[in-house]
């Protein structure tokens, strides 16, 4: 069964598999040390026999036989969603789970400062002149000011994004929810 909402779609069926597909093999030469990534990949057969393909690592908790639904972009069919109704599970992708916590902001602060933090020094210089002080931008006080105003830059611009996000989120987690028991209801 396939059901769509404004940016998501929903299919709803059997696991009619679900395994480890392999993306890549790297192995050390001189150690000999070996990794594989792989990827879950996930078979669903809906209502009408159509069968549809997933991969990610949200359908860990999918076995043959289960009834599971699959929630995804419209646009992209990236799966966002997953909900097992044989075991009352169900588990977010990737981008639905970010942190935007304070102390995940103020770490992602530090970090997006360093990045931007010599490629900021050409529009301090450019700052710093077109007010009459670019003999004091690369003074130690000009330095810490210039360091001052970068990271209080990134802290704003990420706690406009981390609002922005979480307005986002809600709204997707929203549509999901409904998405989710109109397939459980629909079943029903």
Not at 20 to 42: A, C, K
Not at 53 to 65: D, K
Not at 148 to 167: D, F, H, N
């Amino acid at each position: 069964m396939t059901t769509a909402g404004a940016s998501y779609s929903v299919v709803r069926g059997v696991v009619s598999a679900c395994k480890e597909q392999m993306q890549s093999v790297r192995v050390d030469r001189q150690t000999g040390y070996g990794r594989i990534n792989t990827t879950r990949e996930l078979w669903l057969r809906d209502k009408e026999g159509k069968e549809y393909r997933y991969q990610g690592v949200m359908f860990e908790a999918a076995q043959p036989g289960h009834d599971v639904a699959v929630i995804a972009k419209r646009a992209s069919g990236k799966p966002v969603a997953f909900a097992n109704f044989t075991t009352s599970v169900v588990q977010d992708g990737d981008e639905m789970t970010v942190s935007t916590s304070m102390s995940s902001t103020l770490v992602s602060t530090f970090g997006f400062s360093v990045l931007f933090a010599l490629p900021g020094l050409i529009p301090w210089l450019l700052i710093t002149e077109a007010i009459g002080l670019s003999d004091k931008a690369f003074t130690a006080g000009g330095l810490q000011i210039y360091i001052l105003v970068l990271t209080a830059s990134v802290y704003a611009g990420l706690k406009v994004w981390s609002k922005s996000y979480r307005e986002r989120k809600e709204h997707a987690r929203a549509e999901i929810d409904r998405l989710l028991s109109q397939a459980q209801a629909s079943e029903s």
